[in-house]
């Protein structure tokens, strides 16, 4: 059983949230960290005489009360593109390659790190040509049947972390350090580049104050979320480190 201040979250609870986040790597914590969070936020809206007629429409009213955020200004647009040009490209592809370590729930992460930049090492003494034996013996990605391949990628269609290691590349290399991600670690290797062009400050400037406004906003949402459990007596799960699964 999970309490939050005076209020108490069942073993039922619990288990019914848990089958909404059955591709989580921990269902059970995550359903309860949520369960949590809305736990929360309806004692906020009690003490602030909000009402709602269900938790997604109390979120939105207690959200627009308590956070705050600045428009984003043609300056900060401006200072953003300039400090960030290669997310202002279209056109750009590059043919690529992975061999993926994953990162499950209970790994031991640097035990992980250490294994795969071992067999980084390894494959850099053994030369380009055995990547596709590599990918097929140690990949954790489906793609590893295939020798790790993905395909022609473009811009925004991969994580940000992967997308700037593999444009970082040169043409037909593979990469001499590891690639992190939410999904684990990458050897990362690729073919041919086709280079496009850079966009406009004018091009991108509207779509881009909207992305630096919810970025924002989402950020200050996750801070507060994360206040209102420092302030709470909160007991029977961990909630260090939790992400704020109330708003995607």
């Known amino acids: 059983m999970i309490t939050v ?93 992975h061999i993926l370590f994953q990162v499950t729930s209970g790994l031991d992460v640097q035990k992980l790190r250490g294994r795969a930049t071992s067999i980084l090492a390894d494959l850099h003494r053994q030369g380009l040509g055995e990547f596709s034996a590599f990918a097929q013996r140690y990949s954790n990605c489906p793609t590893g049947t295939r020798g790790g391949g993905l395909g022609e990628l473009r811009r925004g269609e991969m994580v940000p972390e992967f997308e700037k290691a593999v444009f970082a590349l040169p043409e037909f290399s593979l990469g001499g350090e590891l690639v992190e991600t939410r999904f684990g670690f990458h050897i990362v290797r690729i073919g041919h580049r086709i280079e496009g062009r850079a966009l406009a400050f004018d091009e991108v400037h509207e779509n881009l104050a909207g992305w630096l406004e919810e970025s924002s906003y989402r950020r200050a949402v996750h801070q507060y979320l994360q206040q209102l459990v420092g302030g709470a007596r909160i007991s029977g799960i961990p909630m260090q480190g939790a992400d704020s699964p109330l708003v995607q």
Do not use: K, M
Request: charged letters at 30%; one cysteine or more; proline letters at 3%.
């Open 5 to 97: 201040n005076d209020a108490r979250i069942t073993e039922a609870q619990i288990v019914a949230q848990a089958r909404l986040h059955a591709q989580e790597a921990n269902p059970r914590l995550a359903a309860g960290q949520e369960l949590v969070l809305r736990e929360l936020i309806r004692q906020r809206a009690q003490d602030l005489d909000l009402f709602a007629d269900n938790d997604e429409s109390l979120l939105s009213a207690v959200l627009a009360h308590d956070v705050q955020t600045p428009r984003a200004d043609e300056a900060s647009c401006r200072r953003y593109f300039d400090q960030h040009p290669d997310e202002f490209r279209e056109g750009d592809v590059v043919e690529a390659w």
